[in-house]
């Protein structure tokens, strides 16, 4: 049946077109000839094709173009008429002659063009004239687009300000008028489409309405060119009558399509002084009219304008614009009780916009906002759709990409109510942006009340909310969105020590809420934080009496202790074990060798109790072996324990490093902890003895190593762990430990030669470079002559 129907109006449509080419073909010939009898006969012939109501509008347009082409011709023959002596009034006169009235009207407003462009009689009557005959074509499609024609013809021939059609009879009343009557006779038939045919094919005529309403949007572009419209006279006269037309022709397609029209086509310093009048007829409007898009639109329209310029914004303050706006989204809203959330959010967003833009530093407006918005927003559930999420969260961005510091953003008393409504995935989505805010603009948050509102706002990404686990999150987002909660503990900062230990505990708090998951992520930059503040009570100690600071080392190293115990629920040893080590080396700063061995001790603890039992039935023990290293090496700068406690730390030092699952392992951790016994910057750790003692027992584990490889493999293996005793070996001897001695480096050096030359060692071209270059070495300091030259003569490369 459609298709039958879409061949049936293809059919008919080239019909129509043959017709009138026809036509057309005879009018040629009779303009040709000067014929002007055959050329209105043929021309009236040509837009009886325009009669047809079979086309729809889509097809009608076409029609009508090709019929527009010809009588842009006839125009200029009519002219070239009037040039020869041809009576316009009497051409006037007798177009109105034709047969039916529809050729006859468009024949009118052809010559009416000419007769205007004559000035033979003032512009005003004649496009009264014109107009009022228009009303003889009732039927709404052939009227609309004769309407339009006789618009398009009469654009550039209105009486304006400037233009040559202005006189003492034609001023810009004149042609306001005639734009407005025509507009206004327009709107009817266009509204009147919808009630023409069956009421199944509703959906169909909104459709071919849809495709016709620039016709009538075009007269009110007319209006907007017209230089004599000003302010005034758009107020008074323009406006109202516009308005009345809009509201009264009760049509949802209509009035949002107009609406639009009015926002988009006047300037803005109109819409601005007439904002009361063009607000009222909101709440006027058809319930299911998008008014909400239309009041976005218009603010939208003016916050653009107020960007313009300073020198524009009194204006604003002047009409009390905001107060307009913000009454106006409140009786639309109550006028329009089935209006979506999602609708609410953006009338408020759009308000919010455009007051950040005028009334940037009256945080109270924007407050005001965000509270009306919980008004309409209390009673329901959490926003769980796109469009309401969306907008949303544009309503809580807007305030952070204005003022680029979050310090405003927590000054907005309503800012966390409007959260609330927030489903877990938006809280987080805006937690995020508001992270994302205080980083890119390096905002400080100086307090730990700031602090502590902070964290409830972005409490979507600290802890899991309504008891929800993350699991669903992709882990690489998870961890994107830890890292960067860890980023902004790392920018809590305040100048007065007092302060920032209670940011500290504030953020301690909400931290360790955080859940196992997200400990590892949030606790280590907590504890560095911690440290910071350490290390300046320690630089500035002298200056504050320590019966009056709350503030102390002390208190900060028990509350980082308390801290690093949280993550025994995660489990994860090694990175409490560093954590340790890093608070131990602290407490070795302020010299308080108490706090540095307790650390110590708790470090080894984890190592004992998690690490070295958990990892020897993991691939290559790395994280034992990683472990081992980092306390040496944290050992190594401690210089603040006694005798005693130094002793008992590296004793166990030795001893894990003695009992690593791998021959080579255990090597490497043994000759690392020969530096444990000798520093030169401290007088006191300098024990030769035991240097030589585990230089001793690395060659013994060394020599083993070699042992088991020719067993099991049947070749002695690589000799690097030889030359990297060597290494060590020389670096002592260098120091001028009495107990390295020429002999012991110079057997040692024999005794990697002869294991690299005997037959059962595998070749390995890195030892051989490795141990290539130890011997440059050597060579290299016997040259440099003095006495560094004089140790090293003895020895034999």
Not at 169 to 175: G, K, L, Q, Y
Not at 289 to 296: I, N, P
Not at 313 to 334: D, H, R, T, Y
Not at 714 to 732: A, D, H, P, R, T
């Amino acid at each position: 049946m459609i298709s039958d129907g879409v061949e049936d109006e293809e059919k008919w449509l080239s019909a129509g077109i043959t017709g009138l080419q026809q036509n057309a073909f005879y009018m040629h010939r009779a303009l040709d000839s000067n014929n002007l009898k055959d050329a209105l006969k043929y021309s009236a012939q040509m837009l009886s094709e325009l009669r047809t109501s079979k086309l729809s509008p889509h097809k009608y347009y076409q029609l009508y173009m090709r019929a527009f082409d010809e009588l842009r011709k006839l125009e200029i023959f009519f002219k070239e008429e009037t040039s020869r002596g041809c009576s316009i009034v009497e051409l006037y006169e007798l177009v109105q002659h034709a047969g039916n009235i529809l050729p006859r009207l468009y024949l009118l407003c052809t010559v009416g063009s000419v007769y205007i462009r004559s000035k033979e009689a003032p512009a005003k009557d004649v496009l009264k004239d014109i107009v009022e005959m228009c009303r003889g074509i009732q039927h709404p499609v052939r009227g609309l687009f004769l309407r339009s024609y006789l618009s398009q013809v009469s654009k550039d021939k209105l009486p304006d300000i400037g233009s040559e059609y202005e006189g003492d009879a034609d001023t810009v009343m004149d042609s306001v008028e005639f734009v407005l009557q025509n507009f206004t006779e327009m709107n009817k038939l266009w509204v009147r489409m919808q009630h023409q045919g069956p009421t199944r094919e509703k959906e169909k005529r909104e459709k071919e309405r849809s495709e016709l309403r620039d016709l009538v949007g075009k007269n009110l572009h007319v209006l907007g060119q017209i230089e004599g419209v000003d302010l005034d006279m758009y107020k008074e006269i323009v406006l109202p009558r516009v308005l009345e037309q809009v509201v009264n022709c009760k049509d949802e397609l209509a009035q949002y399509y107009l609406m639009d029209c009015i926002i988009q086509v006047f300037p803005d310093e109109y819409h601005l002084q007439t904002l009361e009048t063009l607000l009222s007829a909101c709440p006027q409007l058809q319930s299911s009219v998008d008014v909400k898009t239309v009041l976005a639109r218009l603010m939208e329209r003016l916050s653009n304008y107020a960007a313009s310029g300073a020198e524009v914004l009194p204006e604003f303050f002047q009409v009390e614009a905001f107060a307009k706006l913000n009454n106006a989204i409140g009786k639309v809203i109550e006028a329009q009780e089935n209006m979506s959330t999602a609708g609410v959010v953006t009338l408020y967003s759009s308000l919010l916009t455009f007051t950040l833009q005028v009334h940037s530093d009256r945080l109270d407006y924007v407050d005001q906002i965000l509270g009306a918005c919980v008004n309409q927003l209390s009673g329901k559930e959490k926003l769980d759709d796109s469009k309401s999420t969306k907008q949303i969260v544009a309503l809580l961005s807007a305030p952070l990409e204005k003022y680029k510091d979050i310090d405003t953003a927590l000054k907005l008393s309503n800012y966390p109510r409007v959260m609330k409504y927030l489903t877990d995935g938006t809280n987080k989505e805006m937690a995020t942006v508001i992270i994302q805010s205080i980083l890119k603009n390096k905002s400080c948050i100086s307090t730990a009340e700031k602090v502590d509102a902070l964290f409830e706002l972005i409490k979507g990404l600290i802890r899991d909310l309504d008891g929800n686990l993350h699991d669903e999150l992709d882990e690489e987002d998870f961890k994107e969105e830890q890292s960067s909660v860890a980023r902004l503990i790392q920018m809590l900062y305040s100048d007065d020590p007092e302060e920032m230990l209670k940011i500290i505990c504030t953020v301690r708090k909400h931290i360790l809420t955080g859940g196992p998951k997200r400990l590892p992520f949030t606790i280590p930059p907590l504890i560095f934080s911690s440290l910071k503040l350490v290390r300046r009570l320690e630089s500035q100690n002298e200056s504050v009496p320590v019966e009056e600071a709350t503030a102390t080392p002390e208190k900060i190293f028990q509350i980082v202790t308390q801290t690093i115990e949280a993550l025994s629920s995660v489990p994860v040893p090694e990175l409490a074990l560093g954590l340790y080590l890093q608070c131990a080396e602290a407490a070795n700063d302020c010299d308080l060798e108490p706090v540095a061995y307790e650390l110590f001790t708790q470090a080894y603890i984890l190592y004992e109790e998690e690490i070295s039992v958990k990892f020897p039935f993991l691939h290559d023990s790395k994280a034992q072996v990683t472990t081992i290293h980092l306390i040496v090496g944290t050992l190594q700068r401690m210089h603040i324990f006694g005798v005693e406690n130094r002793d008992a730390l590296t004793h166990k030092a030795t001893g894990y490093s003695a009992k690593l699952l791998k021959k080579p392992d255990q090597c490497r951790a043994v000759y690392a902890c020969s530096h444990l016994f000798w520093l030169d910057e401290h007088d006191s750790i300098k024990d030769g003895e035991r240097v030589l003692l585990c230089l001793k027992r690395a060659l013994r584990i060394a020599n083993a190593a070699q042992q088991m490889a020719s067993a099991t493999r049947g070749s002695s293996g690589s000799v690097v762990l030889f030359i990297e005793i060597l290494n060590k070996y020389l670096y002592f001897y260098e120091k001028g430990i009495p107990q390295i001695t020429v002999d012991s480096v110079q057997g040692l050096i024999e005794l990697i030669k002869s294991e690299m030359q005997g037959d059962n060692t595998t070749a390995d071209p890195a030892a051989d470079a490795f141990f290539a270059s130890t011997l440059r070495y050597i060579q290299f300091r016997k040259e440099k002559g003095g006495a560094v030259a004089e140790k090293y003569e003895p020895i034999k490369v």
